[in-house]
């Protein structure tokens, strides 16, 4: 494994234990309730899952297919067209996962 290799999966190994420590803080109650995740509405929150979802499949996905970092081996388009189908995909998962009707059955 190359040092960008080693370089990734540190990355990845480092964000999962990080995500793990910062869920047990939460339900130990050790410090307030902080969202990572910028952006007040369902609609901006959504394309921004949509964004990390088409960054795994870019760096992850698309090698192990053999297509390339990025898809680089399919050409210009292929990540470019993807990611305008990811942030569609969670813009729309945004609006419906943040609707009013489901804001309004959600207890207080």
Known sequence: MGRFGKGLLGGIVATAVMSALMLMKSAMGL???L????GGSALVRGMLFGAGAWLVMMVMVMPMAGAGFFGMKMGLMAPMMTLVLHLIFGAVMGLVYGSPAREAARPA
């Not at 969202?35 to 910028?38: A, E, H």
Request: proline content about 29%; overall charge negative.
């Open 35 to 38: 969202d990572v995740i910028p």
């Open 31 to 33: 410090m307030p309730q």
